[in-house]
């Protein structure tokens, strides 16, 4: 299974196919692949924290399995500051908004679902500066 140093590597470089895809017009598989940055940036900050790479055995596999940001940002260490973050800057809890609504199942959705604009707001809403969802996750990975 992967690193937590491969887990990072592997968010930077769904996030430059996003972008090489909003690009080419091709926004609703940029989409998809966008929020597998965000779940995949936090699972890397959780193997940090637990000292292992990503597991594929026993019951810590289960709650890596799951695409849930929401249940993700819990198993970080991050989850006061996180906390504080939501309730006190406005930028960061526009942004993290932004980034929930994002589910895998996204990659079922009909071609044309989402905009250009949509793909814009997801990627502000990562790399924003010093705001981001991204942005913040790398200072912790």
Not at 45 to 52: A, F, K, Q
Request: proline share 2%; charged share 25%; hydrophobic share 35%.
């Amino acid at each position: 299974m992967p690193s937590r140093q491969d887990l990072k590597k592997i968010a930077l470089q769904k996030l430059k196919v996003a972008k090489i895809l909003k690009n080419k017009n091709c926004f609703d598989t940029a989409f998809y692949l966008l929020g597998y940055v965000a779940e995949i940036a936090l699972k890397a900050r959780i193997c940090r924290v637990l000292g292992t790479d990503y597991p594929n055995s026993g019951e810590l596999t289960k709650a890596f399995h799951t695409h849930k940001i929401e249940q993700l940002i819990q198993l970080t260490g991050l989850y006061s500051e996180y906390q504080q973050k939501y309730t006190t800057n406005v930028n960061f809890k526009s942004n993290w908004n932004t980034i929930k609504t994002w589910t895998e199942s996204s990659r079922y959705n009909e071609i044309g679902t989402k905009s250009q604009t949509d793909v814009e707001n997801f990627l502000a809403a990562l790399e924003d500066n010093p705001d981001g969802v991204l942005t913040w996750i790398k200072k912790k990975w």
